[in-house]
């Protein structure tokens, strides 16, 4: 198994929970601070203080997709995923 975090400034963070190896490292410069990362399924989701939701691979850490909401939309609330639908 592997934790996952969020940094200031530096990303999301995989470490393998056996031995505190860092697994994986992802920068999200555009983010702005993220929120906790949840897990749904093979992803890792998070939002960002400047807007917009993030997923990524979390077994690699590629940011596979992101969401702007649009101006207006603060998005800094951390994503819950529910029956496959992320509120």
């Known amino acids: 198994p592997r934790i996952y975090f969020a940094a200031p400034r530096d990303g999301l963070h995989a ?3 056996e031995t505190g190896e860092i697994a994986w490292r992802q920068g999200l410069p555009e983010s702005g601070d993220v929120t906790t990362p949840q897990v749904l399924g093979p992803y890792l989701l998070v939002s960002g203080s400047r807007g917009g ?3 990524l691979d979390r077994e690699t850490g590629r940011l596979l997709e992101t969401f ?3 101006d207006g939309v603060c998005a800094a609330a951390t994503p819950a995923p529910e029956g496959g639908t992320l509120y």
């Open 68 to 70: 702007d909401p649009g």
């Open 15 to 17: 470490i393998v929970a």
């Open 53 to 55: 939701v993030y997923v």
